[in-house]
């Protein structure tokens, strides 16, 4: 025993045994630190990797909804504006808008049918 109460012993070595097992030993301990000294490198190595690609999709996702907040405050607008056009042309201009979405159908209609 240490002074500092470790109860570590260190192997005894008697004169008739060589130390092979011991060296044995320690060679299998360097192989399996350096084995472990690796594979805390590649782990390292994915974590960079998984770090920079969450930052990637995030910039994407960030990108994603502004557009999509441009987007849909320019079809409120635009809604906004067909309400109102609605609202001050009286049934003649909105008569004229259903007819030309009829119309708009039918040619595309015509055009997918061709295909």
Known sequence: ???NNYPYQPLNQTPGHSAQPHDALEEENER???DLKHKIGALKSLTIDIGNEVRYQDKLLRGI???MDRTGGFLGNTMARVVRLG???GSRHMCYM???VLFV???LYIVLKIK
Do not use: G, V
């Open 65 to 67: 909804d502004d557009d």
């Open 98 to 100: 259903f007819l030309f």
């Open 1 to 3: 025993m240490r002074r």
């Open 32 to 34: 399996a630190a350096e």
């Open 87 to 89: 609202k001050n042309s």
């Open 105 to 107: 159908f039918f040619i």
